[in-house]
Structure formats: structure tokens, C-alpha cells
């Protein structure tokens, strides 16, 4: 391009080269602007770099011939919105996989108090009986006019009263206190604990085994997190009711105890996860079908399955 | 109408022009009519990504269906198991009707046969015999699993109707291994009854095996014919 003394920029003389016509084009090809088929549109040979283009009738855009069409700015977009929606997902199942740990947990730490509670509660309802006899029989042997002092009937009292360390031993001591059925609940956690580490060890497949790792104490902090809730519910007033008091005393050792296991069983799903997802493929899929899910063995730096 | 696919050396479209399998490396080759300039085929890149996509969704349909099938008759081959052990010993001791004995068994005359059929089709890959015995063992693996859990909970009793022997002489984990005896002999014998949906599996792959070669075929004769026109 040249500038003239006037100032104004001159069309460049290359313009006036005329395009050679080889051929045209006979099938599909559509404009990378305005994708209208170019079918039918001049071949032409450009004078610049001697390439082969094709010209837009529609929107005059030159399209190299050399190469496959694009798919236009739709496509970037499209991928954008389905990485977008791809995070949304990993979140979600981050959340949801922590919650599940921290549910089965605060199941088990709850149903382990359940004996505990009852047999508080059976000894409650005995020293109440007590004391409603002695009220009754305070106020039947009262002089008249005379106010009795009456013992009192609240719970609080109750609990207060009670040296619990010696009470335990009178029943039996603390393993006979703890509802073991508690633990039936540590088979669906494990199970599905073990699963969600599997899923993550196959939707972390760029990740080695120490990145999944990390990934794992990631998830069990969603967990630990979610289980302060409880544990202040617990913790804050334990003498109200029996329930409470039990929950109080067993509930936050057990629901530790599960958040261990589930996270335990998680992380060996992560670790152990894909070689489980490669062992099931082989299992499961005859060796035509299996070559679209070679990435599973491509991303451990393993020979892909064979097809044969 | 065919993908636009221009030659480098003359500029002429080659969409029109048949690709032949070149023998060295097997490549789909064309040939230039104008210049006779050599270049191979490709797939547009979009076709290529459909055709992938295609194929793993077909691997995970396939995949699916194996996981599915494999959960019902992991639930239903106990269960139909556990269910003609309790008509059995019912109808011995007279608690059920004995003139409908013969429906105790159907799950040898229904779970047994889709067992066959399924082992046979879906694993072809596998060896035929390992993959009974191996499905055999997972499903007595899956039964020991919760006769032990129903002994730990000492209810055998409530929670399966088999332990109607003599409740009295047995304790209970006692009676926990003879149910659990009978309930695997009871798959057993499910398993055997299976052996008579392998010919079923045969002509399942057979039929399967045929209408993907037809629809290759239609498939192919359109294309020769497309490009033809």
C-alpha cells in the first residue's frame, strides 16, 4: 500500500491481478462467515501465495481450499458452554459426594445412641415414679393449710443427680450400651463410597494418583464440613432430653469413626478405581467395542485393549 | 451430496471421483482425472466426530445393558431360588398346596434359560465355561453376603421363610448354613437349567450378527449408488 502526497491511501496494484479459474467446486462446502453452500462456486488459483480459494458469492469471504471448512464461532461457543456445564457437574458431585459421607455418618452416630437412650430413659421413668409417689404421699400426710416441700419431677434434675460412670457399669459397661446394628450402615457407605471414588477416579482422567488423592481430601472436607452442623445440635445443650444426652456421649465418636471409613473407601476408589473400570470393560464388552474407551488405558500410559 | 474435496495440484473438486483401497497400506486413495495427482480420502472432520460418537454410544448402550441385565438377574436368580427352596419344604410339610408344586420351579423353566441366553450372547469373548462358573460363584458370593448379615442379626428367621427344618434343634447359625446350603444348591440347579438358553444365545448372536452385516451392506450399496448418480 502507498501513501500519496495528497495523504489518501491508494488501492494497492496487486488488486488488478485477475484471479485464475481452475475448476469448480461440485460438493458440499460451506462459507466459513456465512455458511451458504459454495457448491457450484469458481476454483480459483490466487496470484499472491499461489493458493487454491474459493470465493463467497453471498458475503465475498475467501475460503482456502487446502483445508476442512470450519464450523464457524458457534462451535467455541458451544465448548464453552459445555465446559461450564461440565464444572457445574464436578461441583455438584463434589457436594453431593461429601454429603453422602456425611449422611451415612450422622445416621450411624445417631441409631449407635439408640440403646444408650433407652436405657436412660427406662431409668428416668423410674426415678419419676419415685418421686411422683413421694409428692403423693407428701401431700396426703401434709398438715392442713401447710404448704409440703415437693421433690421435684425435671429431667434436669434427674440427669444432674446421676454419676454416670457408675450407672454405665450397672448396666452392663459401654459395649453392651452401643447399638452395633448401627454399623449395617457402614455396608451402603463403603459400597457407595467406593463407587464415587470410582466415578472421579474416571472423570479425573488427566489426574495421577496423587492429584485424585488430594481430590479425595477435598471431598472429605465437604463432609467434615457439612458434620459440624450436628455436632454443634449436639454439643450445644445435651441435658434437655435422653436422646440428646446419649447423642451427646456417642454420637460424635461414631460419626467420626464413619467419616473415616467412607473416606477410606473413597480413596481406595480413587487409587484402584480405573484399573476396576478397565477390568469391568474387558468383562463386560467383547473386543470390537472396546477401542472408543481406550482413553481409560491411554491416560495410565497402557498399550490400548486390542480389537481383536 | 458429497463432500467437497479439491486436488492440491489442479484445483479440480474430486468429490465425485470413487476412492479405491490402494493395496501398500490400505489407504482410500483417489486419483486426479486432470493431472493425475494422487491423494487419499478423509473424512470431514465433523463426520469423523459423529462416527466416534456413534460408536461410543453404542459401547455404552451395550455396556448398559450388560450392567443391567447383570443387576436383574442378580436380584431375581436368588430370589426365584429362594422362592422354590420355601415352596418345596412348604409343600413337604404340608404347609402349601401341593397340587401347584410345579410352579415353585419357575425359575428354572424362566431365570434359568435368560441366564444361558445372556451368558452365551453377551460373552462370547469370554470362555463359555468360566463364564457360567463365574457368574455361578458371584451369585453365591451375593447370597453368603446376606445370610450373613441376616445371621449377624440373629432374625434368619423373619428374614428368610427357609429355615423351617426343625427350628428347634438347630441354633441359629447352624440353621443359617443349612438355608444357605439349599438356597446355593436351589442356584444351582437355576445354573443347570441354563444350559438350555445357549442355543437361544446362538441364534440371538446369529440374527444380530446378520442384520449388522445387511445394514453394512445397504449402507454401502447407498454410497456406491449416491456417488454414482
Known sequence: MTETPSGSRAAPATTAVAHHRVSSLTGDRLCIRCAYNLVGQPILREPHYDMLIVRCPECATVASVQEYPLLGPWAGRWAAVAAGLWLLFLMAFWIGTGAMIFGFSVGVGEWSADKLSQVFYHDYAAWEQTQRATVALNTATRPVGVLAAQPSTAYQVWWEGLDLQPFINSKGG????????????????????????????VMLL????????????????????????????????????????????????????????????????????????????????????????????????????STT | MAIAHVCLGCGFDLARVRAFREPHYGLPLVVCPRCQAATTRRRHPLWSAFRRFKRLDFTITVLGLQLSLAALLAVFTPFGSLAMVVGVSGTQRNTFDSDLWWLYFWPLAIIGPLTGAWLTMGFSHLNRGRTFLGWYAFLCCITFFGWLLAAVRDDLDSQFMVVQLDPERWPVLARGAVGYVSHAIAMGAVMLSAVAGIPLGWGFQRLTGNLRQTLWRNRRRKRRLRSAA
Open chain 1, 174 to 201: 459401654w459395649l453392651t450400651l452401643i447399638d452395633w446394628e448401627a454399623l449395617l450402615l457402614w455396608i451402603p457407605l463403603g459400597l457407595l463410597s467406593f463407587v464415587c471414588g470410582c466415578v472421579w477416579a
Open chain 1, 206 to 305: 488427566a489426574n495421577k494418583t496423587r492429584a485424585r488423592l488430594l481430590w479425595g481430601v477435598c471431598i472429605m472436607a465437604v463432609a467434615v464440613a457439612f458434620s459440624i452442623i450436628p455436632l454443634v445440635d449436639w454439643l450445644a445443650d445435651g441435658s434437655n432430653s435422653y436422646g440428646n444426652i446419649s447423642r451427646q456421649i456417642l454420637g460424635p465418636i461414631f460419626m467420626g469413626l464413619s467419616l473415616a471409613f467412607g473416606g477410606m473407601c473413597l480413596l481406595i476408589g480413587l487409587v484402584v478405581g480405573r484399573t476396576a473400570i478397565r477390568w469391568l470393560l474387558v468383562l463386560l464388552l467383547p473386543p470390537r467395542l472396546r477401542s472408543p474407551l481406550a482413553m481409560f488405558w491411554l491416560a495410565d500410559g497402557l498399550q490400548p485393549p
